[in-house]
């Protein structure tokens, strides 16, 4: 019971401290949008850069990741917005229906795969969110923008291209094959990145709100079974049938079982999608994954041979 504790406890205990502190103690949002921001905009690319730059690359399987991980993605993308059509939901809806289905909570994977694979889970950690973070964003932000009018090419590019994370899990790859962060950087980019997890958590934990959560509620179990059961099953399938070793098969599948980001109700909100549907999807997901990512792990421990 002790990894499992030491793996599950500290993350959700942030995420429930973070929920406490909202609503006793810290109650200003303000206080919370900067703590978003910060993560967002600096401690979590400097997680991804420093975790990335210390990879070999030419050691891990890149490419078998990247095809089983994407390939998910895809199938996923392709069943949620069926999903969100067979509800008959509009276009703002099916926005957060695909954003619940495919996206995921990074700092939530990072403090999982970490506490219980150490410095390896972390390593391959950040080189599956390098895979992930890309294919979401060129996925999701065109599906936005086909709910305006007229879509603008050059927007949803730059949307994509100046993405913290995308621009973090670049640098990362960038400094991998240079040989690493120089002397003093890499300590400093270090220490910035682990300082992502605990106040990111507790972001997430602040975010969260129960009383959405009979809002389309069938929809909303429907997207979390999709999104917590269904893509880490077609994940771990795919990652068996492209014969990757245990514990990459194992990272990226405990990444695609993570609830979607929390991320995702400003994404929803500031690009014309459902943010009530994407905040009571968001709490859901983190509430049900207190059950179904133990129970991930218990099968990869159980029917993956780790080493």
């Known amino acids: 019971m002790g990894p499992w ?16 502190l909202k609503r006793r103690l810290l109650r200003d949002d303000a206080v919370w949008a900067g703590i978003e921001k ?10 991804l850069a420093s975790s990335l730059s210390s990879v070999r690359l030419g050691a891990l399987p890149i490419a078998g990741m990247a095809a089983a991980l994407w390939l998910a993605l895809l199938i996923g993308a392709g069943l949620s917005l069926l999903l969100a059509r067979g509800f008959g939901q509009a276009h703002p809806a099916a926005t957060s229906v695909l954003q619940g289905g495919i996206r995921f909570n990074n ?27 890309p294919c979401v964003q060129v ?11 007229r879509p603008n090419l ?22 991998a094959g240079l040989g690493g962060l120089p002397p003093g950087l890499g300590p ?26 009979r809002d389309r509620f069938t929809l909303q179990a429907a997207t979390a079974a999709l999104k917590l059961m269904a893509m880490p099953a077609l994940t771990l399938a795919l990652c068996l049938a492209l014969g990757l070793e245990a514990l990459p098969a194992t990272i ?8 979607t980001a929390t991320t995702a109700y400003v994404m929803a909100r500031l690009m014309g999608g459902d943010a009530p549907l994407m905040a009571a999807m968001t709490t859901m997901q983190h509430v049900v994954a207190v059950v179904t990512l133990p129970l991930w792990l218990f099968i990869l421990w159980a029917f993956v041979p780790l080493p």
């Open 5 to 20: 504790l030491d793996a599950f406890l500290p993350a959700f205990g942030l995420i429930a401290l973070g929920a406490f």
């Open 38 to 47: 910060l993560v967002f905009w600096v401690l979590l690319p400097c997680l």
């Open 107 to 133: 700092l939530l994977g990072f403090a999982i795969t970490g506490a219980v694979f150490g410095a390896p889970g972390t390593g391959l950690a950040a080189v599956t969110v390098g895979l992930i973070v």
């Open 139 to 149: 996925i999701i932000t065109p599906v936005f923008a086909m709910g305006g009018a």
């Open 154 to 175: 050059w927007r949803v590019l730059r949307q994509v291209a100046l993405n913290p994370l995308i621009i973090g899990c670049a640098l990362g790859f960038v400094l």
């Open 188 to 213: 400093l980019a270090r220490t910035l990145g682990q300082a992502s997890v605990s106040l990111g958590l507790l972001a997430v934990g602040a975010a969260l709100g129960a009383e959405a959560i």
């Open 252 to 259: 990226a599948t405990v990444f695609m079982a993570q609830p």
